[in-house]
């Protein structure tokens, strides 16, 4: 089993920066893609931003495609998400998720694919 935690959400003005943590635990070994999504008031969850194990390759939704950016720190367990250039539109809860399952021609992007959650964090960007 593994375990995620996601730490480092708040409240931020637009053309705000946060960055997210999603701390793993357990059989991290096991982990082949760590995955974020978010999901609004009144909306469904929706892929925000994938990364390896390795940390070579990403993927990210367009909506977010040049703002955020998804990184790992094997040695940590840890992956992070920095998010620049904050919009209104881009408050939500987030969650970390990861799966075991290796992939070979795309990263995993529906909420299907990922077996482990965490609880989430709220991201809130004032106008």
């Known amino acids: 089993q593994v375990q995620l935690v996601e730490t480092g959400g708040g409240l931020v003005q637009a053309g705000g920066s946060l960055r997210l943590s999603c701390a793993a635990s357990g059989r991290t070994s096991d982990i082949q893609t760590t995955g974020w999504f978010r999901q609004a008031p009144g909306k469904e969850r929706e892929f925000v931003a994938a990364?390896?194990?390795?940390?070579?390759?990403?993927y990210y939704s367009d909506s977010v495609k040049g703002r955020f950016t998804v990184s790992t720190d094997n040695a940590k367990n840890t992956v992070y998400l920095q998010m620049n250039g904050l919009k209104p539109e881009d408050t939500a809860i987030y969650y970390c998720?990861?799966?075991?399952?290796?992939?070979?021609?795309?990263?995993?992007?529906?909420?299907?694919?990922?077996?482990?959650w965490g609880q989430g964090t709220q991201v809130t960007v004032s106008s």
């Open positions: 998720s990861a799966t075991s399952r290796r992939t070979t021609i795309r990263l995993p992007s529906f909420r299907h694919e990922y077996e482990y």
């Open positions: 990364i390896k194990s390795s940390g070579i390759h990403t």
